[in-house]
């Protein structure tokens, strides 16, 4: 019966895991994954790896390549933010380049394939910019036939981030005390069943969660799992933030969202960012222009012999 069980538990996901992320949390990613295209406990003949990909491109504009695969009962999204010059994604089977994000084209390696673009040219997400389609055409410029080749190559472009923040300059200040508890509950596929003795009686407090599926190895989980929730108390104190203790705050969340895209490989060109103190707010608004890898390769779906999607 436990090799049989096995069996069956082997045919669904049970599990997704996320690699890669920084912009966005794991937490968000698997939620949103799990509730709107593979909810636990879905047959794994049922997902299709490609059709998830362009969901998730579409859904998350800050993200330029997302391959999700499968192995055992696990569901494994791997992310690329941005695509670091020393990191160049390629494929083997026949595909384009194309722009994960609107820009201005500044330089062109063509490696295989067909140039598209050229520098200068203003070009939008999803647009090809190397084409692994080769058409052949007669001494009457008509189509003879068409052959396909994995594109590849790297294209630059000039690009813009929007930058938004906004600080209050009342907020609330956190002491911790030396008080904590654990709660747990069972995760039996879908459903969660609250263990007793559980009751958290502090006024403020916050939840650290750690939730732990049972594996029988790397990457076959089972649809049985303890999740620990550490709650620690906390009291809150009210703080008034001076003009200068606000802005060298927001100046400082600025100079690390900065920090953090010149470590994905992304070269900073101009900095239009402003921060200013309006109605109790420090706001910080503007754009950030930069230069980075921006294009991708997108697999071409060949449906019959001469056309392609």
Known sequence: MFIIGIFIFSNYIWNVSIEGNELYTKEELTKNIIDEYVPIGTNKKEIDCNELEKALREQYKNIAWISCQIKGTNLIVNIEETIPT????????????????????????????????????????????????????????????????????????????????????????????????????????????????????????????????????????LPIGITKNTCKEYNLSSVKLSEDEALEI???????????????????????????????????SGTIVAKEVIGIPSKIDITQEGEQQ
């Open 250 to 284: 927001a100046n400082k969340r600025l100079v690390l969202y900065i920090d953090n895209l010149k470590k994905k490989g992304v070269s900073i060109l101009e900095n239009n960012v402003t921060i200013s103190i309006e109605n109790d707010k420090c706001i910080a």
């Open 86 to 221: 020393d990191q160049i994604i390629t494929m083997t089977e026949p595909c384009n380049i194309t722009a994960y994000k609107d820009a201005i084209i500044t330089d062109i390696v063509i490696n295989n394939g067909t140039r598209v673009v050229n520098i200068g040219d203003e070009i939008k997400k999803n647009d090809v910019l190397i084409t692994g389609v080769v058409n052949i055409y007669n001494e009457y410029e008509e189509l003879i036939e068409s052959s396909y080749t994995a594109a590849q190559g790297t294209v630059w472009g000039i690009v813009e981030y929007e930058y938004s923040d906004e600080l209050s300059m009342t907020t609330s200040d956190k002491t911790y005390t030396s008080n904590s508890k654990n709660t747990y509950s069972l995760n039996i596929g879908n459903n969660i069943i609250k263990l007793p003795f559980a009751k958290v009686n502090y006024n403020h407090y916050d939840v650290i969660t750690e939730s732990n599926k049972i594996k029988l190895f790397n990457n076959f989980y």
